[in-house]
Structure formats: structure tokens, C-alpha cells
Nanobody, 126 residues
């Protein structure tokens, strides 16, 4: 499977963006999907994850209550809806997929994911 992330851009603090990650080559039904980000001079950071079934989600502490991950099986796409954006959310955002996952399993480490999208830049101005 190949992943293509999109939807990044420049937004003012307090604004919203929706990132999309579309899959090609294979359906995402059997994959756990995650979003990570990497800010300037920072390590890659876990943002959000959704289980293979879509019934289980979790978020990194910095984004809890502001970001929502979802998946659309008909469109083979995972989304990250970001609200109340802060300058510290500025980063390149990456989507990732892990195969062979059990129904409600979640994974939080980048090393657990075998497939990555190319990243999309999100810049939040103060």
C-alpha cells in the first residue's frame, strides 16, 4: 500500500485544518492507521491512532481534546481533524499504516509502522 498525505497549510492560531491520507495499491481495512509529526529540530512524535476496526482511538497528550482521527473505508482514507491550533503544532505531519493488526489494537511507536506517507507541512502562526 502507498499513502499520500494532503491538507497541510498555513493557519492562524486558533484555527482548524483537516489532513487527509489516501491509500492506493491496497485497501486499508486490515491496517491500524496513525498520525505522527516532526517539528523543527524535534524528534518524530505520536499524534493519533485508530484501530483496524475504527472502534478504538487514542491521542498524544499535547493534542487530546483538539484533534480527531477518523477513517472512511469507502474512500480508503484516514483523516486528522485539527482544531484550536497552536504555534507549537507546527510540524510536518505523517500518516502511517501497520498491517496484521488485531481488531482493537493500537500502536504508539513509529517503529511499529511499516508504511509511511510523504508528510504534509502544517504551520500555525501566532
Amino acid at each position: 500500500v502507498q499513502l499520500q498525505a494532503s491538507g497541510g497549510g498555513l493557519v492562524q492560531a486558533g484555527g482548524s485544518l483537516r489532513l487527509s491520507c489516501a491509500a492506493s495499491g491496497r485497501g486499508l481495512n486490515n491496517y491500524v492507521l496513525g498520525w505522527f509529526r516532526q517539528g523543527p529540530e524535534k524528534e518524530r512524535e505520536f499524534v493519533a491512532v485508530i484501530s483496524r476496526t475504527g472502534s478504538n482511538t487514542d491521542y498524544g497528550d499535547p493534542v487530546k481534546g483538539r484533534f480527531t482521527i477518523s477513517r472512511d473505508r469507502t474512500k480508503n482514507t484516514v483523516y486528522l481533524h485539527m482544531t484550536s491550533l497552536k504555534p507549537e503544532d507546527t510540524a510536518v505531519y505523517y500518516c502511517a499504516a501497520r498491517s496484521n493488526a488485531r481488531g482493537m489494537s493500537l500502536y504508539y511507536s513509529a517503529v511499529d509502522y511499516g508504511t509511511w506517507g510523504q508528510g504534509t507541512q502544517v504551520t500555525v502562526s501566532s
